[in-house]
């Protein structure tokens, strides 16, 4: 699951009151995290991927095909983007307000690119994924667009004015909400995700400036995250030690824990504030093995089995299937 980083449950709670306030089904987040403490818990963090398939899930369970756009409408407030909203609320100016999602954004999703830059009299935001070779679900980027327009722009006292805004995937057949948010300068199947306005709205006073609270939340920031990297760190070392071991049988929690020289409770605290359990990591990590084994042509599939820890080729083959839906065999011929 942590493949992809992670992000701040904060985020998940807003998609599922955005989908009960549509009408949909308060169970459609939670049936894809599976325990509702994660979203109630608001310094919790979750896999993109499982954020992914919340947007997904609520957008088709609302009804609505404007969910994205209406989601930030309903339910957008500074606190959905945790420390980094409220800094950015407390800023002096707008500039230093887009400032934070730039320099902590990795706080709130560790699997975005935020840039702002002036290009002539115009500035810019653009914000997608880190990975050039992925894409937001639709929803989900048109609420982080109407999300820059509809706190920052108006918490420096700028209302909704005309801006231009574009996004990466195809239109959408309706384009009413659209825009009535933005103005009639919407495109699509564009290259990023981003917005554009007057560089000169960069210098507006934040009519929410709170100078003393922007310091102590900016010191705040900074040290969640050096905790950030620092599990991500854990994260690596972790890996290193499973995949080391995976040969002779996978390595249960306690001999990690043993071997990284801490507890075995400790350990699962922090795997889990980083949005994953040590069973995905265990089950993710075999799974890329297992692709990387079954590339190399000289390895039988009992021998790639062997290497993973199975003690079975049965069990190994349920693997596969688990992961993939396909066959050892099968997996083998779709990656070569």
């Given at each position: 699951?942590?493949?992809c980083?992670?992000?701040l449950?904060?985020l998940?709670?807003?998609?599922?009151?955005?989908?009960?306030?549509?009408?949909g089904p308060?169970?459609?987040?939670?049936?894809v995290?599976g325990d509702?403490?994660?979203?109630?818990?608001?310094?919790a963090?979750l896999?993109?991927?499982?954020?992914?398939?919340?947007?997904?899930?609520?957008?088709?369970?609302s009804g609505?095909?404007?969910?994205?756009?209406?989601?930030?409408?309903?339910?957008l407030?500074?606190g959905?983007?945790?420390?980094?909203?409220?800094?950015?609320?407390?800023?002096?100016?707008?500039?230093?307000?887009?400032?934070?999602?730039?320099?902590h954004?990795?706080i709130?999703?560790e699997?975005?690119?935020?840039?702002v830059?002036?290009?002539g009299?115009?500035?810019?935001?653009?914000?997608g994924?880190?990975?050039?070779?992925?894409?937001?679900?639709?929803?989900?980027a048109?609420f982080v667009?109407?999300?820059?327009l509809?706190l920052?722009?108006?918490?420096?006292?700028?209302?909704?004015?005309?801006?231009?805004?574009?996004?990466?995937?195809a239109?959408?057949?309706?384009l009413?909400?659209?825009?009535?948010?933005?103005?009639?300068?919407?495109?699509?199947?564009?290259?990023h995700?981003?917005m554009?306005?007057?560089a000169?709205?960069?210098r507006?006073?934040?009519?929410?400036?709170?100078?003393a609270?922007?310091?102590?939340l900016?010191?705040?920031?900074?040290?969640l995250?050096?905790?950030?990297?620092?599990?991500?760190?854990?994260l690596?070392?972790?890996?290193?030690?499973?995949?080391?071991?995976?040969a002779?049988?996978?390595?249960?929690?306690?001999?990690?824990?043993?071997?990284?020289?801490?507890g075995?409770?400790t350990l699962q605290?922090?795997?889990q504030h980083?949005?994953?359990?040590?069973?995905?990591?265990l089950?993710e990590?075999?799974?890329?093995q297992?692709?990387?084994?079954l590339?190399d042509?000289?390895l039988?599939?009992?021998?790639?089995?062997?290497?993973?820890?199975f003690s079975?080729?049965?069990a190994?083959?349920?693997?596969?299937?688990r992961?993939?839906?396909?066959?050892?065999?099968?997996?083998?011929?779709?990656l070569?």
């Amino acid at each position: 699951m942590d493949r992809c980083g992670t992000v701040l449950s904060s985020l998940a709670q807003t998609v599922a009151r955005a989908c009960e306030a549509a009408g949909g089904p308060a169970r459609a987040a939670t049936d894809v995290v599976g325990d509702a403490r994660v979203l109630e818990d608001t310094e919790a963090r979750l896999s993109f991927a499982a954020y992914a398939k919340i947007w997904t899930a609520c957008g088709e369970a609302s009804g609505d095909p404007s969910f994205g756009l209406n989601a930030a409408k309903r339910s957008l407030q500074a606190g959905t983007f945790g420390v980094v909203g409220f800094m950015a609320r407390s800023a002096p100016t707008l500039g230093d307000a887009l400032d934070c999602a730039v320099r902590h954004g990795a706080i709130v999703n560790e699997t975005s690119k935020t840039q702002v830059f002036v290009d002539g009299d115009i500035a810019v935001i653009r914000d997608g994924p880190a990975d050039p070779g992925t894409r937001w679900p639709r929803h989900k980027a048109e609420f982080v667009m109407a999300a820059y327009l509809l706190l920052t722009l108006e918490w420096a006292g700028l209302g909704r004015q005309p801006v231009s805004v574009s996004f990466r995937h195809a239109a959408p057949s309706r384009l009413e909400e659209h825009h009535a948010l933005f103005g009639s300068n919407v495109s699509f199947g564009a290259r990023h995700n981003e917005m554009r306005f007057p560089a000169s709205w960069l210098r507006r006073p934040m009519s929410t400036a709170e100078p003393a609270l922007f310091a102590f939340l900016d010191r705040r920031a900074v040290e969640l995250g050096a905790n950030l990297s620092a599990d991500r760190d854990l994260l690596a070392e972790i890996r290193r030690v499973v995949v080391d071991g995976l040969a002779s049988g996978p390595p249960s929690l306690e001999q990690v824990a043993r071997t990284l020289g801490t507890g075995h409770r400790t350990l699962q605290r922090r795997l889990q504030h980083h949005g994953t359990s040590y069973r995905d990591l265990l089950d993710e990590l075999r799974f890329q093995q297992c692709r990387r084994l079954l590339l190399d042509d000289g390895l039988t599939i009992d021998h790639v089995s062997s290497m993973l820890g199975f003690s079975e080729a049965r069990a190994f083959r349920r693997a596969v299937r688990r992961w993939s839906g396909l066959s050892p065999r099968g997996l083998r011929e779709h990656l070569s």
